[in-house]
Structures are given as structure tokens and as C-alpha cells.
């Protein structure tokens, strides 16, 4: 189990992360995103973030601090 969030509307949405590489140096580096559904790659909310959303469309994301 990950870590959810309910929006202002309403919504559920599982916070998940990915590994990728950049293309332009060859970093890899991890990217966080909310879905709707559960997916294998749920994982915890990472410390030092809080999650904010979008006020228009209510979508959430992450925000350092």
C-alpha cells in the first residue's frame, strides 16, 4: 500500500514513482506522480514533501517543504 491522497473534489489519487534516465547526461533520477488507480509501483510519500494541489483542475502533486 502507497500513500493516497483525497483531493478537494473529492478523488482518490496513489502517489507513485519511476526511475528514468535523462537523455541528456545519462542521470538517473526518480519522478513522483499521482494516478487514479493502484498501481505495482505505489510507493510512501518521501520525506521532506508535502502534497499541494492544482486549485483549477485539483490535481495533486509534490512540493519540497
Known amino acids: 500500500m502507497g500513500f493516497t491522497h483525497?483531493?478537494?473534489?473529492?478523488?482518490?489519487?496513489?502517489l507513485n514513482k519511476k526511475d528514468v534516465t535523462l537523455k541528456?547526461?545519462?542521470r538517473?533520477?526518480?519522478?513522483y506522480?499521482?494516478?487514479k488507480d493502484s498501481r505495482p509501483?505505489?510507493?510512501d510519500k518521501p520525506?521532506?514533501?508535502s502534497?499541494?494541489?492544482n486549485q483549477r483542475t485539483g490535481l495533486p502533486f509534490l512540493s519540497k517543504g
Open 33 to 35: 506522480y499521482f494516478s
Open 47 to 49: 520525506d521532506g514533501y
Open 41 to 43: 509501483t505505489a510507493c
Open 6 to 14: 483525497n483531493n478537494s473534489k473529492g478523488t482518490t489519487y496513489h
Open 28 to 31: 538517473v533520477q526518480t519522478i
Open 51 to 53: 502534497v499541494k494541489e
Open 24 to 26: 541528456s547526461t545519462g
